[in-house]
């Protein structure tokens, strides 16, 4: 028989105005819009490639910036267009102009300042719960947000949210996508893209071009407003309450008259007062309780004649 092709699942992509809109919103965290901006204008950063950047990479002015490419490991120095130059000045002045060090660090607990440890961490669930609120999938009711119906979401809200048999939910990959459906629109050679782009075949597409291309075309610009990077500072989002929650829990696990275990039921971590954890069964805290021994069942089998025990 013939082998079926699995059908390959396409991830949604950010139309202009939508992305407009994202960095517009108030309701968007800042490390994100910052994240998306340069993975969408500068040569469809990776997520690793930004967590992994740092300071010393961008040029004077923050005219250029030397792209990781942990992927290929082949580092790539591409223009920053001027128009995102104003967000990345009032990123590194919000964060006292370092010289060196991550430029998206740790933000939080005793790690923060630090490089971030997961590389590969995509964003996902936070770039759709902004993106959400940002379009207005999201409202804020009584304090509190939450989503619209998802029988109530439009077409475009299906295709942005909704994993279906041959679609994938927007997610950080889908700026890597947009650049590159970006070049195409502005009718930008498919040679002049990879190098763009830093496929890992860049190198021998690069022979048939004339000039080195390090400058993203103006037609490939989504509309952005660079008035809007006077707001990041406003927009930075402090410790959560989940945050909060996970220090106090850390603080439990040291106390004495509690006891972590992994519950099989709930597939995760709990805690249990010591008291009923004696009483469960499952353990003795006190070393004079002793386990109930259980009753064995006695081997009733007789041994076949002139067999050895």
Not at 23 to 31: C, K, P, Q, T
Not at 77 to 106: Q, S
Not at 120 to 126: D, F, G, T, V
Not at 172 to 188: D, E, I, K, M, P
Request: hydrophobic residues 35%; proline residues 7%.
């Amino acid at each position: 028989m013939p082998k079926i092709r699995e059908v390959k699942k396409q991830r949604a992509i950010l139309t202009d105005p939508e992305i407009a809109a994202f960095l517009g919103s108030r309701e968007v965290d800042a490390e994100l819009k910052m994240l998306a901006l340069l993975s969408r204008t500068i040569g469809g950063m990776r997520a690793g490639d930004l967590n992994s950047i740092q300071w010393e990479a961008f040029g004077a002015e923050f005219a250029t910036c030397r792209v990781p490419r942990r992927k290929t490991g082949t580092p790539q120095t591409l223009d920053v267009p001027a128009e995102v130059r104003p967000f990345i000045e009032a990123w590194h002045a919000l964060f006292g102009k370092p010289t060196a060090g991550p430029v998206f660090p740790v933000r939080h607990g005793k790690r923060a300042g630090e490089g971030k440890t997961r590389a590969n961490q995509s964003y996902a669930k936070r770039l759709r719960r902004d993106l959400k609120r940002a379009l207005g999938v999201s409202m804020k009711v009584d304090g509190k947000w939450k989503d619209k119906p998802t029988a109530e979401y439009t077409q475009r809200e299906r295709e942005l949210f909704v994993e279906t048999d041959t679609t994938r939910p927007v997610d950080f990959h889908s700026f890597r996508r947009g650049y590159a459906t970006a070049l195409a629109r502005a009718n930008v050679n498919a040679q002049t893209a990879q190098i763009l782009a830093g496929h890992a075949d860049a190198a021998t597409h690069q022979r048939y071009v004339a000039a080195t291309t390090t400058a993203l075309p103006v037609a490939a610009l989504p509309p952005i407003d660079s008035g809007l990077a006077r707001t990041l500072p406003n927009q930075l989002r402090r410790a959560s309450k989940l945050r909060k929650q996970l220090r106090e829990a850390t603080q439990e696990f040291c106390a004495p008259s509690t006891i972590r275990t992994y519950d099989p039921k709930l597939r995760r971590l709990v805690l249990y007062p010591a008291e009923l954890w004696a009483l469960s069964g499952r353990g003795f805290t006190d070393p004079g309780v002793r386990r109930p021994e259980t009753k064995q069942k006695k081997n009733t089998r007789t041994p076949p004649t002139g067999a050895t025990c």
